[in-house]
């Protein structure tokens, strides 16, 4: 891999950071360079972005799932053969998995990676009060790692005027972002809308990538990525040989969160995903030994999902027949006997779970959690532990007790999880890398399907 990195960072959600960090993708790409990028935390929607509409590789980087040293090792992965690889920061930039620690935030991030770090300022409607706010960045940490700076919302004049005051301080003034509404991408109630929802979402970024290339100085900031020095990691982990097994995977606009880390540890163990859509497809894929039923929208397509009987019916003897079921979140949704709409309708589902599952008003149980398992004789052992992200505005009529997870900061706890015999369903995204011994045991238990 090349050594090349940089960090795209803020103060605060909201500063500009994910569409200028894709209109530099787009203009790097332009360039003829091939990008990895990376997304730090575990929001599926960003990498989404960057794979299907600008073309780059994106991947998540989190410093909850994983520790510094298993993170650089994912990192020096898929970064393999790219020439600049180019991390998205999460939050603010110190921002972690505490209202007051920096645990798991970028700038825990950027320190393992060695990386230098671009603070992305929203100065609208200020001037020489966002050198304040870089100014407090800069030394709110000895190594704050922050080498330079783009003003987002701002004009040519107030940035040249800026310009001086900002190396004053040590950092590059790396250019300003005009304000520019065309540029919104519009929020759902799970956050950024998918691209296959935006039919001129290329067009858009093409025009982003072209006015960063007048207002940003690109050739400084692939100069600061080559600063950074050579990165060491651990080997990639010995696993056990393990027979080959297909494994469905639900893969369509209802069902498409998946961590890239994820699927790669499958592949790792010998399985094959063979994708299928529970919406266009009537069954499963022949000869699967296993399902895997990932997070997305289901109920944005409830109705489809509900006519498409006979995948619902496939879906559900396969699991009661015995066959291994790895479900998350939406997936978890589709296994209820009802689901509701966007517009208050229920629909009839898969019928493994039986209840219902909802709509409410605000995120529930919002945030990462470390699960332990409460139970033997299923797909985990007692006491084995996983970390997790949780991220709904649904609930259900039986979210499972046989895992018991436990907020970062341990003041909040509660039972979640089905994880009896061949199933595991519940409301939590799993980060398999900081368990594969659960994957382990599941694709052993799916070999033993001839």
């Given at each position: 891999m090349?050594?090349?990195?940089?960090?795209?960072?803020?103060?605060?959600?909201?500063?500009?950071?994910?569409?200028?960090?894709?209109?530099?993708?787009?203009?790097?790409?332009?360039?003829?360079?091939?990008?990895?990028?990376?997304?730090?935390?575990?929001d599926?929607?960003?990498?989404?972005f960057?794979?299907?509409?600008?073309?780059?590789?994106?991947?998540?980087?989190?410093?909850?799932?994983?520790?510094?040293?298993?993170?650089?090792?994912?990192?020096?992965?898929?970064?393999?053969?790219?020439?600049?690889?180019?991390?998205?920061?999460v939050?603010?930039?110190?921002?972690?998995?505490?209202?007051?620690?920096?645990?798991?935030?970028?700038?825990?991030?950027?320190?393992?990676l060695?990386?230098?770090?671009?603070?992305?300022?929203?100065?609208?409607?200020?001037?020489?009060?966002?050198?304040?706010?870089?100014?407090?960045?800069?030394?709110?940490?000895?190594?704050?790692?922050?080498?330079?700076?783009?003003?987002?919302?701002?004009?040519?004049?107030?940035?040249?005027?800026?310009?001086?005051?900002?190396?004053?301080?040590?950092?590059?003034?790396?250019g300003?972002?005009?304000?520019?509404?065309?540029?919104?991408?519009?929020?759902?109630?799970?956050?950024?809308?998918?691209?296959?929802?935006?039919?001129?979402?290329?067009?858009?970024?093409?025009?982003?990538?072209?006015?960063?290339?007048?207002?940003?100085?690109?050739?400084?900031?692939?100069?600061?990525?080559?600063s950074?020095?050579?990165?060491?990691?651990?080997?990639?982990?010995?696993?056990?040989?393990?027979?080959?097994?297909?494994?469905?995977?639900?893969?369509?606009?209802?069902?498409?969160?998946?961590?890239?880390?994820?699927?790669?540890?499958?592949?790792?163990?010998?399985?094959?995903?063979?994708?299928?859509?529970?919406?266009?497809?009537?069954?499963?894929?022949?000869?699967?030994?296993?399902?895997?039923?990932?997070?997305?929208?289901?109920?944005?397509?409830?109705?489809?999902?509900?006519?498409?009987?006979?995948?619902?019916?496939?879906?559900?003897?396969?699991i009661?027949?015995?066959?291994?079921?790895?479900?998350?979140?939406?997936?978890f949704?589709?296994?209820?006997?009802?689901?509701?709409?966007?517009?208050?309708?229920f629909?009839?589902?898969?019928?493994?779970?039986?209840?219902?599952a909802?709509?409410?008003?605000?995120?529930?149980?919002?945030?990462?959690?470390?699960?332990?398992?409460?139970?033997?004789?299923?797909?985990?052992?007692?006491?084995?532990?996983?970390?997790?992200?949780?991220?709904?505005?649904?609930?259900?009529?039986d979210?499972?007790?046989?895992?018991?997870?436990?907020?970062?900061?341990?003041?909040?706890?509660?039972?979640?999880?089905?994880a009896?015999?061949?199933?595991?369903?519940?409301?939590?995204?799993?980060?398999?890398?900081?368990?594969?011994?659960?994957?382990v045991?599941?694709?052993?238990?799916?070999?033993?399907?001839?």
């Amino acid at each position: 891999m090349s050594e090349a990195r940089v960090v795209f960072a803020a103060p605060s959600s909201g500063s500009g950071k994910t569409m200028i960090t894709c209109g530099l993708l787009q203009a790097f790409k332009e360039r003829g360079l091939h990008v990895a990028s990376f997304k730090c935390g575990p929001d599926y929607i960003d990498p989404m972005f960057q794979e299907r509409v600008i073309g780059v590789r994106s991947g998540n980087l989190d410093l909850f799932f994983s520790d510094a040293a298993t993170m650089r090792r994912l990192f020096i992965r898929d970064a393999s053969g790219a020439d600049v690889s180019v991390v998205e920061g999460v939050m603010g930039y110190y921002d972690g998995n505490g209202v007051a620690t920096d645990e798991a935030s970028t700038y825990k991030v950027a320190a393992a990676l060695e990386a230098p770090v671009v603070l992305i300022i929203d100065a609208r409607g200020q001037s020489l009060s966002a050198l304040a706010t870089l100014e407090g960045f800069l030394n709110f940490r000895a190594d704050s790692r922050i080498k330079g700076v783009i003003l987002n919302r701002t004009t040519q004049n107030v940035f040249s005027q800026l310009k001086p005051e900002i190396e004053k301080l040590g950092v590059a003034a790396l250019g300003f972002v005009p304000k520019d509404d065309g540029m919104v991408v519009e929020s759902r109630h799970l956050g950024l809308v998918t691209p296959n929802e935006i039919t001129d979402l290329s067009e858009r970024l093409h025009a982003l990538a072209a006015k960063l290339s007048e207002t940003v100085d690109i050739d400084a900031i692939l100069a600061l990525a080559r600063s950074a020095g050579p990165l060491e990691a651990p080997p990639e982990p010995k696993f056990p040989k393990l027979p080959k097994t297909r494994i469905a995977a639900a893969k369509d606009e209802a069902f498409c969160f998946y961590y890239k880390d994820n699927l790669r540890l499958f592949e790792s163990l010998g399985a094959e995903l063979v994708w299928f859509s529970p919406i266009r497809d009537k069954s499963l894929p022949e000869g699967v030994q296993g399902i895997v039923l990932p997070g997305g929208y289901p109920e944005l397509y409830a109705s489809e999902l509900a006519e498409n009987a006979c995948m619902r019916e496939s879906v559900a003897a396969a699991i009661k027949g015995g066959m291994p079921c790895l479900a998350e979140c939406g997936g978890f949704m589709y296994l209820h006997r009802e689901l509701e709409d966007m517009e208050g309708v229920f629909h009839p589902m898969c019928g493994v779970i039986d209840a219902k599952a909802w709509r409410t008003s605000k995120l529930g149980r919002f945030g990462y959690v470390e699960l332990t398992a409460l139970t033997d004789g299923g797909l985990f052992n007692k006491g084995e532990k996983i970390k997790a992200h949780e991220f709904h505005y649904f609930e259900s009529g039986d979210c499972g007790e046989d895992l018991l997870a436990v907020k970062p900061t341990g003041t909040r706890s509660w039972k979640c999880i089905h994880a009896e015999g061949n199933l595991v369903a519940g409301f939590p995204h799993l980060f398999y890398e900081s368990d594969p011994d659960l994957i382990v045991r599941f694709l052993r238990r799916c070999a033993e399907r001839k």
